[in-house]
Antibody, heavy 115, light 110 residues
Framework: EVQLVESGGGLVQPGGSLRLSCAASGFTLSSYCMSWVRQAPGKGLEWVANIKQDGSEKYYVDSVKGRFTISRDNAKNSLYLQMNSLRAEDTAVFYC????????WGQGTLVTVSS | QSVLTQPPSASGTPGQRVTISCSGSSSNIGINSVNWYQQLPGTAPKLLIYSNNQGPSGVPDRFSGSKSGTSASLAISGLQSEDEADYYCAAWDDSLDGVVFGGGTKLTVL
């Protein structure tokens, strides 16, 4: 059974940083393009970033370019999202998603940016 | 504003067939396949349809998908109360090099 488990969310002040992690099991991460998708409270799904299978190509939605960095460690079957200079509008549930567009989803981790 | 366009709401009575549309462009739906997701309140999205019309194992065959040109549709037949949820379409976009989503459709079972 495929499992994607996110961690690292929490409450952070504006301008702060967080690093999200996603651990995969029952799933060979290296075979898939991976994405982070977020959902602000009461809003729809928004693609944030994706990374190709070997990590050679990374793409971001305009609103996070220069602030967020997606990375992966295929040996550890893990995906990451480093988030810097966080803003109130980044408050959302962040989902780790396998395949592009996603076929597999984690349960999500809540990021709250507030003073 | 989402890149893919969905109606914000849809409704039907138990047993009815409902259809949800998803409109895109030549850089996304026009050249790439479409996935559909169901999201129940407080839960993660669940894959309903992939590659336009393929159903993952475990998804009832009441759910079906189709694509024509730059638009796609999700059909739900034999509507049930547990189908009340938000539904999203998604596709890869070659211009953005990213995934684009529809804004979501809230389905109400009357």
């Amino acid at each position: 059974e495929v499992q994607l488990v996110e961690s690292g969310g929490g409450l952070v002040q504006p301008g702060g940083s967080l690093r999200l992690s996603c651990a995969a099991s029952g799933f060979t991460l290296s075979s898939y393009c991976m994405s982070w998708v977020r959902q602000a409270p009461g809003k729809g799904l928004e693609w944030v970033a994706n990374i190709k299978q070997d990590g050679s190509e990374k793409y971001y939605v305009d609103s996070v370019k220069g602030r967020f960095t997606i990375s992966r460690d295929n040996a550890k079957n893990s995906l990451y999202l480093q988030m810097n200079s966080l803003r109130a509008e980044d408050t959302a549930v962040f989902y780790c998603a396998g395949s592009c567009p996603p076929r597999y989803w984690g349960q999500g981790t809540l990021v709250t940016v507030s003073s | 504003q989402s890149v893919l366009t969905q109606p914000p709401s849809a409704s039907g009575t138990p047993g009815q067939r409902v259809t949800i549309s998803c409109s895109g462009s030549s850089s996304n739906i026009g050249i790439n396949s479409v996935n559909w997701y169901q999201q129940l309140p407080g839960t993660a999205p669940k894959l309903l349809i992939y590659s336009n019309n393929q159903g993952p194992s475990g998804v009832p065959d009441r759910f079906s998908g189709s694509k024509s040109g730059t638009s796609a549709s999700l059909a739900i037949s034999g509507l049930q109360s547990e189908d009340e949820a938000d539904y999203y379409c998604a596709a890869w976009d070659d211009s953005l090099d990213g995934v684009v989503f529809g804004g979501g459709t809230k389905l109400t079972v009357l």
